[in-house]
């Protein structure tokens, strides 16, 4: 039973093409984020979101879209790819909501590693 | 803001020494702070995390980490370390937004950690 899944796990694609990484948690968390690990392993949050509201944006282009269908799934939608956007991407979620009090650990999931040619 | 600093980029150890990763925060608020591990092409498995309660927090595979305030500093031991334990660890710290609430974690550039046969 995994508890925060992604799909795929490896994505290899051409530069200008859209493409879309799915995740789903299983914990019953009512926060969900993504976030980015560039190659030199450095992790930066992209989005937050908190019951299918998108909270916290954090300066990501515009090409990046996430779409939240249910508190359990969380979507990530890159439109017009670029070489700079290679990276690994990660799910994770967290049984506290935006706004609380910061003691609840993130559980992630295993990554989809993104490679634009 | 919050931030983390891990002082070393690379940590290597023989099997069976001691193992010190070194993290030192920031925060203008009392912290929460985590350390977690990634194996290679894996996600980030939660060590262990302090919430305000004891400051020698144990986690899990013989980890331990103690929060010292004066020092601002949560460095992560083991005192025997084994070759499984070759990964990368990352420190983190709750990050809080300008309304006040917390919204996910701040995460450390990570340290390597090797294991010398």
């Known amino acids: 039973d995994t508890a925060v899944s992604q799909t795929p796990k490896y994505l290899v694609t051409q530069m200008g093409n859209d493409k879309s990484i799915k995740c789903e948690q299983n914990l019953g968390h009512d926060t969900m984020y993504w976030y980015k690990q560039d190659s030199k392993k450095f992790l930066k949050i992209m989005f937050s979101y908190n019951n299918k509201e998108l909270i916290i944006n954090e300066t990501v282009p515009n090409r990046f879209s996430p779409k939240s269908p249910d508190k359990a799934h969380l979507n990530l939608h890159i439109n017009s790819l670029e070489l700079g956007d290679s990276a690994v991407y990660f799910c994770a979620s967290s049984q506290e909501s935006v706004g609380g009090y910061g003691n609840s650990p993130l559980h992630f999931g295993n990554g989809t590693r993104l490679t634009v040619t | 803001a919050q931030s983390v600093t891990q002082l070393g980029s690379h940590v290597s150890v023989s099997e069976g020494a001691l193992v010190l990763l070194r993290c030192n925060y920031s925060s203008s608020v009392p912290p929460y702070l985590f350390w977690y591990v990634q194996y290679p092409n894996q996600g980030l498995q939660l060590l262990l995390k302090y919430t305000s309660a004891a400051t020698l927090v144990k986690g899990i595979n013989g980890f331990e980490a103690e929060f010292k305030k004066s020092e601002t500093s949560f460095h992560l031991t083991k005192p025997s370390a084994h070759m499984s334990d070759a990964a990368e660890y990352f420190c983190?710290?709750?990050?809080?937004?300008?309304?006040?609430?917390?919204?996910?974690?701040?995460f450390g550039k990570g340290t390597h950690l090797i294991i010398q046969p």
């Open positions: 983190a710290v709750s990050r809080f937004y300008s309304g006040g609430g917390a919204d996910g974690l701040t």
